[in-house]
């Protein structure tokens, strides 16, 4: 298993950037594909952004293409999510996850940090 912290959520006014971290210990973070969740208040919890094992394949949900980049440093053990024209309706707890594989199917994810809180106000 392998523990993940996120970091960098805050309030922010729309039309704002964020970039969160989420930093990895334990088993070698290189060994694990990485992706980026968020739920919102009274909604279900939706994979927003995932990245493969080495960086160079990417996947993003329908509402941050364009606006959110996942990125990772390998050699940190960090997965960022740089957030750019935030809009309120990204207002969320972000959650970063670790799969064994690249995937976007939620329930491989086998290891969540505790979140990071992300208020974009109008």
């Known amino acids: 298993q392998v523990q993940l912290v996120e970091s960098g959520g805050r309030l922010v006014q729309a039309g704002g950037s964020l970039r969160l971290s989420c930093a990895a210990s334990g088993r070698t973070f290189s060994g694990y594909a990485m992706g980026w969740f968020r739920r919102a208040p009274g909604k279900e919890r939706e994979l927003v952004a995932a990245v493969s094992r080495s960086g160079n394949i990417s996947y993003y949900a329908d509402s941050v293409k364009g606006r959110f980049t996942i990125s990772r440093d390998n050699a940190k053990n960090t997965v960022y999510l740089q957030m750019n024209s935030l809009k309120p309706e990204d207002t969320a707890v972000y959650y970063c996850?670790?799969?064994?594989?690249?995937?976007?199917?939620?329930?491989?994810?086998?290891?969540w940090g505790q979140g990071t809180q992300v208020t974009v106000s109008s």
């Open positions: 996850a670790a799969a064994n594989r690249y995937t976007t199917i939620t329930p491989e994810y086998h290891s």
